[in-house]
């Protein structure tokens, strides 16, 4: 799942119970029906309550808890349904909600290190509470952990090594590639792209990149603007019909690339359950999307969405009379030399299969079927380590953008904002993991992407890149 954001707050008599340090880890992990003595201070309290919400599965506890868990102040940053859709998401993924580790800073803040069960990618839960009672929640995050948190190497051979161990042990499949000032000093390829066949990953095996296509997607909207056919900061009313006057008129092509517009995911809308599979093009989404009611005033807060780039794919298309697929392949593809990128069908050739752990370790769930029949403006697309590489070198030698525009991309759509030495994003979902990380100071560029669960190229790329850093 994406990473995400949440809240809890005490709930009263709730089943899931939080240890102190000084309490042995094996002894944590702990079953959604049994009770147990909830710890003295405010932050035990807040998280067996929370972790008691994640356990179940029932969505009306969920919203009770949304409805009753949270601060005022932060009430008016975060709504309510946003919390209730994390809270689903977590348990998703969590179950029942394993914790691993404790960290107790005081007693109205704590970090817990929490995975499901049965598997899958661990993490980190920090939690903070007002002071006062009864303590409700003024802070929160959640970000990936896991067993391969705090990893270093010494050397790319370092890596190497590593690497060829997870792969014995099935659990690392996919590309890594280091580059400096555009030149490939490490490329190796590890796993298999398709057990049951007998097809190993290779440095040609296209992956699927997650919300690595939100880049692509930006590219082509900031191309649109700088051919004079597109203003970022006119409402998209002007350029789409059917949505809403109260989104219409108010959210800007601006705000859905910088992920402000108010909306936030689909994955749980009717449509999108029913038709998964049998959406194709971009009005297949825009048809349930414009139903979709805004989160909050648009440019007020920051909500990760693919509701929003779905509708800049939307826009691309009806700005530039083309296909969105058309016009990304013309104007980022092509001038970049990618040849094995795009938002192939999922029977192209040469295509690595994502395989998620949820169940158990390696290769024994394979989701051939389970991310759609195309990629979309929001994610899902494919492409390999090396025209990824090639896509950042055109971008930093002005052959997709002017360099006005190509510092607007770096600078995330701010012309305020001056862009920062470094630039790092990834893409994620079960089966796949990408991570593309850039340090234009010293050059260095770090490629990973993984056909397993995140969180495992978003470990194993930052760990690489600080190798690079300390030896520079």
Same mark, same amino acid.
């Given at each position: 799942m994406p990473y995400l954001f949440v809240l809890l707050v005490t709930l009263g008599s709730l089943s899931f119970t939080v240890y102190t340090d000084d309490q042995s880890l094996a002894a944590l992990r702990d079953d959604c029906d049994r009770m147990r003595q909830l710890p003295p201070d405010a932050i035990g309290a807040q998280a067996n309550a929370f972790f008691a919400t994640v356990c179940s599965p029932d969505p009306e506890t969920h919203r009770a808890f949304a409805a009753t868990a949270i601060s005022s102040d932060l009430k008016t940053r975060v709504s309510e349904d946003q919390i209730v859709r994390m809270l689903r998401m977590l =348990?998703?993924?969590?179950?029942?909600?394993?914790?691993?580790?404790?960290?107790?800073?005081?007693?109205?803040?704590?970090?817990?290190? &929490?995975?499901?069960?049965?598997?899958?990618?661990?993490?980190?839960?920090?939690?903070?509470?007002?002071?006062?009672?009864? =303590?409700?929640?003024?802070?929160?995050?959640?970000?990936?952990?896991?067993?391969?948190?705090?990893?270093?190497f010494?050397?790319?051979?370092?890596?190497?090594?590593?690497?060829?161990?997870?792969?014995?042990?099935?659990?690392?499949?996919? &590309? &890594?590639? &280091?580059?400096? =000032?555009?030149?490939?000093?490490?490329?190796?390829?590890?796993?298999?792209?398709?057990?049951?066949?007998?097809? /190993?990953?290779?440095?040609?095996? /296209?992956?699927?990149?997650?919300?690595?296509?939100?880049?692509?997607?930006?590219?082509?909207?900031?191309?649109?603007?700088?051919?004079?056919?597109?203003?970022?900061?006119?409402?998209?009313?002007?350029?789409?019909?059917g949505f809403p006057d109260e989104v219409a008129d108010r959210v800007t092509t601006r705000h859905l690339l910088q992920h402000r517009s108010g909306w936030g995911h689909y994955w749980d809308h009717p449509v999108y359950l029913a038709q998964r599979t049998e959406l194709r093009e971009i009005n297949d989404y825009l048809a349930f999307l414009r139903d979709i009611p805004l989160d909050f005033e648009p440019g007020t807060q920051w909500q990760y969405s693919n509701v929003g780039y779905e509708v800049l794919g939307g826009i691309v298309e009806s700005v530039s009379g083309e296909s969105y697929y058309d016009f990304v392949r013309e104007h980022v593809y092509t001038p970049a030399g990618m040849e094995n990128t795009d938002s192939y069908w999922r029977d192209a050739p040469n295509l690595a299969v994502p395989y998620t752990q949820r169940s158990e370790p390696g290769y024994a769930e394979p989701l051939p079927d389970g991310l759609g029949p195309r990629g979309t403006p929001a994610g899902g697309g494919y492409a390999t380590a090396e025209d990824l590489l090639r896509f950042e070198r055109a971008l930093l030698d002005h052959r997709l953008l002017s360099p006005a525009m190509t510092r607007l991309f770096l600078a995330d759509y701010d012309p305020e904002r001056q862009p920062d030495a470094a630039f790092g994003r990834a893409g994620g979902a079960p089966g796949l993991n990408s991570t593309w990380e850039s340090d234009f100071e010293s050059g260095y560029t770090v490629l990973v992407l993984a056909n397993f669960d995140p969180p495992i190229a978003e470990e194993i790329g930052p760990a690489i890149m600080g190798t690079l850093a300390e030896d520079n």
């Amino acid at each position: 799942m994406p990473y995400l954001f949440v809240l809890l707050v005490t709930l009263g008599s709730l089943s899931f119970t939080v240890y102190t340090d000084d309490q042995s880890l094996a002894a944590l992990r702990d079953d959604c029906d049994r009770m147990r003595q909830l710890p003295p201070d405010a932050i035990g309290a807040q998280a067996n309550a929370f972790f008691a919400t994640v356990c179940s599965p029932d969505p009306e506890t969920h919203r009770a808890f949304a409805a009753t868990a949270i601060s005022s102040d932060l009430k008016t940053r975060v709504s309510e349904d946003q919390i209730v859709r994390m809270l689903r998401m977590l =348990h998703n993924d969590l179950g029942d909600a394993e914790i691993m580790d404790v960290e107790l800073r005081s007693p109205y803040e704590g970090s817990f290190v &929490v995975r499901n069960p049965a598997g899958g990618p661990a993490f980190q839960v920090t939690l903070m509470v007002d002071e006062a009672p009864p =303590h409700p929640i003024r802070g929160f995050q959640v970000e990936a952990a896991g067993e391969n948190e705090g990893i270093q190497f010494s050397s790319l051979d370092e890596v190497n090594a590593y690497l060829e161990q997870a792969e014995t042990d099935e659990a690392f499949s996919g &590309v &890594v590639l &280091v580059a400096r =000032h555009g030149e490939v000093i490490f490329s190796e390829a590890y796993g298999w792209a398709n057990k049951a066949e007998g097809q /190993r990953n290779t440095l040609d095996t /296209r992956f699927n990149i997650g919300s690595l296509n939100k880049l692509i997607t930006g590219v082509a909207t900031l191309k649109l603007a700088e051919m004079g056919k597109l203003d970022l900061d006119a409402p998209i009313g002007t350029y789409l019909d059917g949505f809403p006057d109260e989104v219409a008129d108010r959210v800007t092509t601006r705000h859905l690339l910088q992920h402000r517009s108010g909306w936030g995911h689909y994955w749980d809308h009717p449509v999108y359950l029913a038709q998964r599979t049998e959406l194709r093009e971009i009005n297949d989404y825009l048809a349930f999307l414009r139903d979709i009611p805004l989160d909050f005033e648009p440019g007020t807060q920051w909500q990760y969405s693919n509701v929003g780039y779905e509708v800049l794919g939307g826009i691309v298309e009806s700005v530039s009379g083309e296909s969105y697929y058309d016009f990304v392949r013309e104007h980022v593809y092509t001038p970049a030399g990618m040849e094995n990128t795009d938002s192939y069908w999922r029977d192209a050739p040469n295509l690595a299969v994502p395989y998620t752990q949820r169940s158990e370790p390696g290769y024994a769930e394979p989701l051939p079927d389970g991310l759609g029949p195309r990629g979309t403006p929001a994610g899902g697309g494919y492409a390999t380590a090396e025209d990824l590489l090639r896509f950042e070198r055109a971008l930093l030698d002005h052959r997709l953008l002017s360099p006005a525009m190509t510092r607007l991309f770096l600078a995330d759509y701010d012309p305020e904002r001056q862009p920062d030495a470094a630039f790092g994003r990834a893409g994620g979902a079960p089966g796949l993991n990408s991570t593309w990380e850039s340090d234009f100071e010293s050059g260095y560029t770090v490629l990973v992407l993984a056909n397993f669960d995140p969180p495992i190229a978003e470990e194993i790329g930052p760990a690489i890149m600080g190798t690079l850093a300390e030896d520079n």
